[in-house]
């Protein structure tokens, strides 16, 4: 089937040149019978041409008019006699007064006109044939045109006829009619000397009779054609035609209507013979297609069997090409399919290529969207480390390892070196650390060059104003050694505070040894005079002026240690802010001159100058009278201390401005002006000024407490040995308020009281009850918890002087017992306290105590308290 495909055009090829060659043969044929017809048709019309010629010459002849019979008959005779035909002339009566076919004056046989009205008709030759011209005479005299008639049985001339007529016309009037018949043999032979060989021509009247025919015209003239052939003609003035002969014949013919009668020439030929050509010209047709098709089925067989597998191989190629895999490519010695491999693989080459580019340009596509993506994630996250990085509070510094060259700084850094960034990127580490720390710090770095990969450290920057930073520096080497580049990544903490902190830490733990040291000398040196004097009142105690003068100095030296010990009690309260003034009025010239007087003593012992020098109007300050005291106390001590014998110790108070001024000035060893500010700070002692004795506490304590009365304190010294200044500010009081009245310290009349001492020491206890017993009181002792309940309650006292701290019941124990017994309910406690804190004494008060003394207890002050409950008792 594949085969006869492109044979299927050829097969058609074949029929249309078959059935072409039909065609032109048959048209051919009809051509030919056509020019056949039309010539005899032609003949016939010039004969009919040259019949009408003749009637019309002798219609126009006078002798008719004339009538003249003889004459006319003699004339159409002579115009007839060679064309073997007659002429008659007839009247609108029928009657024919000239026919040439009979001599003149013969009756006629027969009236023409009435033979047409009867329709008569004839027995011929086996045949019927009409008697007369079927009123020929008749249809001219109506129309006044020239007619024919079809073929009759000429009954002058005994054989068929046909004839022409045309009217005689005189003044517009068919006066006769002149008739032209001659026997239809004369057509027969016109008809076979121009019809061809082969071909039957018939003449055929309006009729359907045959007037003649080449072939056998005896047999044929005068029978009728059959129907269908009388129908054509009647109906077509020419043409083609196939149909069947008289003979039943299948014949093929060509007809055409006459010009000038109404007869039809119909030329015909046996369909045998006029197609033979036309079969023979379609067999060898045939046979040639039939050849060609064969020789090209062959060929196509052979032509296939060499281009199918090439062209399947070829279409598998192309699929493998869809799928981008190998070729295999046939080899054929069609140039055509080879020319396509080739094309087919150009074609792969190029598919191959395209496909390439695809990918490359896919994998393009798809790295520049994941660079573009990882682009915008780098600068995300790039953006948030750049934030982070310059957000950071610990500066970052990156330093190339080869250079030592900063190549990245964070703000925080620039802050910490006090460089801006363009500055630092120009500089070294080096350019930046203290020189101290260089040699430790090029080691470090030295190593992580090296490939130490990190390193830990402390060290000092060099800040661009010239001031110190302590750092704390974690470098790290970026990346890892080996990695490429050869950087080094620092975080860089400013330690510069906690340095300092643990400076002063340090040098306040060294302060405070030396303290302790201190405390321990200053606490021996008052203890060894009152030890000698001890042994000196043992040993001479009937020596009154001795022992007067030995006491005296026992009780400076006691006096000494109480104000030392007072001293670091007030310093600890004033450090932990509990410290209360109890402001009053307080005019600065009084306590300047008591405080004088005091220290008069000393200052004659020393051999010092004392000076005093005071305002001439009072110096109101709103303060505590004590504490102001305690100031210029701890000052004038100082100004003593510190001065050579003999020297000069001048105070003076003065107003200057809305302050008033207090000055204590000495002669003495001065003070070095690196330490003019550190002698304030608690602890803090000259060095060579420590051998004069002292904690380091007393101008600390002066600042604090000047401090809280909202003054201030400061020292001038022109340096060792050129004596020393210290000045005290204090603001002078607005309102002046009237001094609160030094309300003297009168003692009143002791009444002999009952008095129980508690205390686990015994010394103290007993010692303290010496000191009641010379007061003139009744004393008890006890030493714990228990034994002062039991004494108590057996012999309820007036005063418990009850110490806090015992082992087992301690103070505030017994105090409340005591305050639960109904007998011991009204009884003054005293709290006798190494603690004299103000929590101290408030919890003292909540145990039940009346009052709270601080050991070692002033003498005079307890005498002063016992006397005044005394008072209250009477
Ligand atoms: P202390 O005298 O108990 O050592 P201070 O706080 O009173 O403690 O004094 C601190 C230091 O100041 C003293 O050790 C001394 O070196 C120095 N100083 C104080 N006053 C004078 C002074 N008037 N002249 C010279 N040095 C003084």
């Not at 000045?727 to 009952?754: C, D, F, H, N, Y």
Request: glycine share 8%; with cysteine.
């Amino acid at each position: 089937m594949m085969l006869l495909g492109p044979a299927v055009p050829l097969l058609l090829l074949c029929a249309a040149a078959i059935w072409y060659q039909w065609r032109s043969n048959v048209e051919f044929v009809h051509d030919a019978l056509m020019d056949s017809a039309n010539v005899i048709a032609f003949a016939l019309d010039r004969d009919a041409e040259r019949s009408k010629a003749i009637l019309e010459t002798l219609a126009a002849s006078q002798l008719i008019d004339a009538r003249d019979w003889r004459a006319f008959h003699k004339l159409a005779s002579a115009a007839v006699s060679r064309e073997q035909g007659f002429i008659a002339l007839t009247e609108p009566s029928g009657a024919q007064p000239v026919r040439t076919m009979i001599p003149y004056g013969d009756s006629p046989p027969v009236n023409p006109i009435a033979l047409g009205a009867a329709a008569a008709d004839i027995e011929w030759n086996g045949r019927r044939l009409p008697l007369s011209s079927q009123g020929l005479a008749k249809r001219v005299f109506e129309t006044g045109k020239i007619a024919n008639s079809g073929v009759y049985y000429g009954v002058s001339v005994k054989k068929p006829v046909v004839s022409i007529g045309v009217p005689v016309v005189r003044d517009g009037k068919v006066v006769y009619v002149l008739i032209l018949g001659y026997p239809a043999d004369h057509l027969v032979s016109l008809v076979a000397s121009a019809a061809q060989p082969q071909a039957r021509v018939t003449i055929i009247d309006s009729d359907g009779r045959i007037v003649a025919r080449n072939i056998n015209p005896g047999e044929g003239i005068g029978v009728r054609v059959n129907d269908q052939t009388l129908a054509v003609i009647r109906e077509n003035e020419k043409g083609t035609r196939e149909g069947r002969n008289l003979n039943g014949e299948e014949t093929v013919g060509a007809f055409r209507r006459m010009q000038l009668t109404d007869w039809t020439v119909y030329a015909s030929i046996p369909k045998t013979i006029a197609y033979a050509r036309a079969r023979d010209a379609v067999t060898i047709w045939v046979t040639i297609s039939l050849l060609v098709f064969g020789a090209g089925l062959v060929a196509t067989r052979r032509l296939w069997g060499e281009v199918a597998p090439p062209l399947v191989a070829l279409g598998h190629s192309a699929q493998a090409i869809q799928r981008g895999e190998a070729l295999r490519l046939p080899r054929t010695r069609i140039v055509e399919i080879n020319e396509l491999t080739r094309l087919l693989t150009e074609a792969a080459s190029w598919e191959k290529r395209e496909r390439e580019e695809i990918v490359k340009r896919v994998a393009a596509e798809e790295s520049e969207r994941a660079t573009r993506d990882l682009m915008g994630q780098l600068v995300l996250s790039e953006s948030r480390f750049r934030t982070l990085f310059e957000q950071s509070g610990v500066g970052i510094a990156s330093v190339d390892l080869d250079t030592n060259r900063f190549v990245l700084v964070n703000r925080r850094m620039c802050e910490i070196t006090g460089y801006t960034a363009e500055e630092l990127l120009q500089r070294t580490f080096f350019d930046i650390t203290h020189p101290a720390d260089l040699d430790k710090d090029s080691r470090a770095m030295m190593a992580l060059a090296a490939g130490c990969e990190a390193y830990e450290t402390e060290k000092r920057y060099i800040r661009k104003d010239g001031s110190m930073r302590w750092v704390e520096l974690h470098v790290r080497r970026f990346p890892a050694a080996g990695e490429g580049s050869n950087v080094s990544f620092a975080a860089v903490i400013d330690v510069t505070s906690r340095k300092q902190a643990e400076f002063a830490l340090k040098q306040a733990d060294q302060r405070k040894d030396e303290f302790l040291a201190t405390l321990a000398h200053e606490l021996r040196n008052p203890l060894a005079p009152i030890r000698n004097g001890l042994e000196i009142i043992r040993q001479r105690a009937d020596d009154t002026a001795q022992v007067t003068e030995v006491r005296a100095m026992m009780e400076r030296q006691v006096k000494h240690i109480v104000r030392l010990v007072d001293d670091l009690l007030d310093v600890s309260r004033i450090s932990t802010g509990r410290i209360q003034l109890r402001k009053a009025a307080v005019d600065v010239r009084e306590i300047a001159r008591s405080a004088m007087e005091g220290w008069r003593p000393a200052l004659a012992r020393d051999g010092h100058d004392g000076v005093l020098t005071l305002d001439s109007h009072a110096l109101m300050v709103d303060g505590d009278a004590a504490r102001l005291r305690q100031i210029v106390d701890n000052l004038l001590d100082n100004a003593i201390k510190y001065s050579d014998r003999p020297g000069r110790v001048e105070l003076s108070a003065a107003r200057r401005g809305g302050r008033v001024v207090i000055c204590v000035t000495d002669s003495g060893i001065g003070i070095p002006r690196d330490q003019l500010r550190s002698i304030f700070e608690l602890f803090s002692q000259v060095r060579d000024g420590a051998q004069a004795g002292g904690l380091g506490i007393g101008l600390h304590l002066v600042r604090k407490l000047v401090e809280l009365h909202g003054g201030s304190v400061r020292v001038e010294s022109e340096g060792a040995g050129a004596g020393s200044r210290f000045t005290v500010e204090l603001p002078l009081m607005q309102s002046q308020k009237a001094p609160a009245a030094a309300a003297p310290r009168a003692i009143p009349a002791a009444g002999r009281l009952g008095i129980l001492i508690v205390d686990d020491n015994a010394d103290a206890a007993n010692s303290l009850a010496m000191l009641v017993e010379a007061f003139g009181h009744d004393v008890t002792t006890a030493f714990s918890g228990e034994e002062a309940l039991a004494k108590a309650a057996a012999c309820p006292p007036s005063v418990v002087l009850l110490d806090l701290g015992m082992p087992g019941m301690d103070g505030y124990a017994v105090a409340r017992k005591m305050r639960e017994m109904p007998s011991l309910a009204e009884v003054c406690i005293v709290a006798v306290s190494g603690w004299g804190q103000a929590e101290d004494r408030e919890r003292t008060a909540q145990a039940g105590f009346s009052e709270h003394l601080v050991k070692p207890v002033d003498p005079a002050e307890l005498e002063h308290l016992i006397a005044s409950l005394s008072h209250e008792r009477v």
